[in-house]
């Protein structure tokens, strides 16, 4: 269980979030993949902030990048998509269609399909068997571990698993198409009638459980500091070995997953619990309670009395 930033450190190929106020699409890992864009405009993003890219048939819109970016073989792709109409169109394409190697996602009479050309042969394909509704925001998630092992092309609406088949080849051939998002890279007609936000691409097939960030809460019932290990960069959960000492310094832990409604706390800016803390003990206010996300890479943190 990983944060995105976390996963996407370990397995991430490219992250757009489509947040730039103009001009080119920015990859949030540092790759310089360019992109030429043609029709599509920034719209609100699909948590109400940020941008996402909104593209439409009239205009012809399509954002073509300079490289395939979506890798070969394993992979994972995660995006927010919003559907302005039902009419045909490409979302996130390395191929053009049955005609060459590759990954095509769209929509055709209505549903979303994902389809996998190998050599003009179709390696898998699987779908959504509803219609998505107009104009409301899904969470869509497709990923694929890059072997014919039975059912491990799976296919995830709103983290629920929707749908699953099983390819019948790997992928070996290289497609000679770059990747485009809402619309075809080369092939006109195609345009999607949507918005697309947070679009994350993984080389390792990953589910949604992968994304869930259990993390420890700590409630102080007394006024106590939070002490940073000097020795590692970030923070992890208490091993279960030293709970009675933070338990006999008046502090009660627990374990809960990410259905707490506090998100992580960024030790490097001010939060709504209380102030910066840094290695040096800062206190925490009495019957106060913060979260520690829980992952091997995290530091250690403890609670100890004031002096």
């Avoid at 190929?13 to 001009?23: I, K, L, P, R």
């Avoid at 593209?55 to 300079?66: C, D, L, Q, R």
């Avoid at 019948?168 to 770059?178: C, D, F, G, L, P």
Wanted: charged share 20%; hydrophobic share 35%; glycine share 8%.
């Amino acid at each position: 269980m990983a944060t995105t930033e976390q996963l996407m450190a370990q397995h991430g190929v490219a992250w757009f979030d489509f947040d730039e106020a103009s001009g080119n699409v920015l990859d949030k890992l540092g790759n310089y993949y360019t992109d030429t864009i043609t029709g599509a405009t920034r719209v609100s993003g699909w948590n109400g902030e940020g941008s996402a890219m909104s593209g439409n048939t009239i205009a012809s819109t399509v954002v073509k990048f300079n490289s395939p970016i979506i890798p070969n073989g394993a992979k994972t792709i995660r995006f927010k998509l919003k559907v302005t109409s039902n009419k045909e169109g490409v979302i996130v394409t390395r191929t053009q269609g049955s005609a060459g190697n590759g990954l095509q996602i769209g929509l055709y009479n209505s549903y979303l399909y994902i389809n996998l050309y190998e050599k003009n042969n179709l390696i898998f394909g699987t779908g959504l068997s509803k219609i998505l509704d107009i104009n409301k925001w899904y969470d869509i998630m497709f990923s694929w571990d890059g072997t014919t092992s039975t059912s491990a092309v799976k296919l995830y609406l709103d983290e629920e698993l929707v749908s699953k088949t099983t390819a019948i080849s790997n992928e070996t051939a290289v497609s000679i198409h770059n990747m485009s998002v809402l619309g075809h890279y080369s092939a006109t007609g195609f345009s999607f009638d949507g918005q697309l936000d947070d679009l994350q691409i993984y080389n390792k097939a990953l589910s949604p459980s992968d994304f869930i960030q259990k993390r420890l809460v700590v409630k102080t019932t007394d006024s106590k500091n939070l002490v940073l290990s000097p020795d590692t960069a970030r923070v992890k959960e208490i091993p279960n070995t030293t709970e009675y000492m933070m338990l006999a310094q008046g502090g009660i832990i627990k374990e809960i997953d990410s259905a707490v409604d506090r998100p992580p706390i960024d030790f490097t800016k001010t939060t709504t619990e209380y102030e910066i803390v840094t290695n040096n003990r800062t206190p925490l206010g009495k019957g106060r309670m913060f979260t520690i996300p829980i992952g091997s890479d995290f530091k250690t943190a403890m609670i100890e009395d004031n002096y």
